[in-house]
């Protein structure tokens, strides 16, 4: 019996976020379906979903459903929107219908817009969630003492008691969540934190000290440019000091199975070989803003390109110098 009284968890993408939300929340007694594509569907229908965190290993075993188009939901359901910003829009369009409650648990702040455009009763997420996925029904979930931090509000502000009800279901399932009524004012915050994702992707982590210092640079630029687009455009952002008050000591990386951190989304992105990787969401939403509002964008623009062209040919995470970077950017 559903410990939330009858509200089910259809979870749009399960991936590294998707899976240890869904896989969480399944385990905590929630109603939980999961909407997954090729080996990892097949994986996870066949075998269950292997969710290992660092003080125990689960297997999750829920309906896994590998058609948008297929799936039924009620009124009283929530959608947590989980795929990458790049295959947001074939997923929204796929979906039988829109009269539904929508959560983007994401990066970046472009998949509320889509999400509303279409009709979606859409809510925003700010997600700090260290997870891994590279094995086809696999997923370490590397947070420690909790699993995550999901806080969540109405977009484009405002709570309402669907997303108290829903942050409930979080707290009770491994997660820090509460429900925020300027949500999209952390999603801003968070988005300056996901800048150096394409460019840990391209350098990697196994770098000298000289090869740090041009990271430390790049990053530090690319935010600099993000801050001064928020500032021309008029973009209230939630403050570092904020930022570290909130997440505290609630949310940190932690070994699985002895397995180290490997690498963040886009790094996951390019060690898969997925063909795509979300930067045209992260640095391209910097590169949008300079565009409209006069704000020069060097870093970002070139990020967000060389990233790109990295998935495009197959390239491997790791595979571009520092030096290369900031060569093309001066």
């Not at 001064?228 to 008029?234: Q, S």
């Amino acid at each position: 019996m559903p410990l939330n009284g009858g509200m089910r968890f259809v979870v749009l993408g399960a991936g590294a976020v998707g899976a240890t939300v869904g896989g969480r929340l399944a385990d905590a007694g929630y109603d939980v379906v999961l909407l997954a594509r090729g080996a990892h569907a097949e994986a996870m229908a066949r075998d269950g979903l292997r969710l290992a965190m660092p003080d125990r290993v689960v297997t999750v075993r829920v309906p896994v459903v590998t058609d948008p188009s297929a799936l039924r939901y009620d009124d009283g359901d929530a959608l947590l929107l989980t795929t990458k910003t790049q295959d947001t829009s074939a997923v929204l369009d796929a979906l039988p219908r829109r009269d539904a409650a929508i959560f983007c648990m994401q990066n970046g702040v472009a998949n509320e817009r889509l999400a509303a455009r279409r009709g979606f009763e859409t809510y925003g997420v700010v997600v700090m969630l260290p997870a891994v996925f590279l094995e086809p029904g696999h997923v370490d979930a590397q947070g420690s003492p909790y699993s995550g931090l999901l806080d969540l509000g109405r977009w484009p502000h405002g709570v309402d008691d669907r997303a108290t009800d829903v942050a409930t279901a979080l707290s009770a399932s491994g997660f820090v969540s509460a429900p925020e009524p300027r949500v999209m004012r952390w999603k801003y915050a968070k988005l300056l934190r996901n800048l150096g994702n394409s460019l840990e992707a391209m350098t990697g982590h196994d770098l000298d000290e000289s090869a740090l210092d041009v990271v430390r640079e790049l990053d530090a630029r690319a935010r600099a440019e993000a801050e001064e687009c928020y500032r021309a455009a008029g973009i209230d952002w939630a403050s570092d000091d904020e930022w570290a008050a909130r997440r505290g000591m609630q949310v940190q990386w932690a070994p699985v199975e002895g397995r180290d951190r490997r690498g963040g989304s886009t790094w996951q992105s390019l060690a898969r070989a997925t063909g795509g990787v979300e930067a045209d969401y992260l640095n391209g939403e910097i590169v949008l803003l300079g565009a409209q509002y006069g704000v020069a964008t060097p870093v970002n623009r070139v990020l967000q390109r060389e990233v790109a062209a990295l998935a495009r040919r197959g390239g491997s995470p790791g595979s571009v110098r520092p030096s290369d970077l900031l060569a093309v950017v001066t």
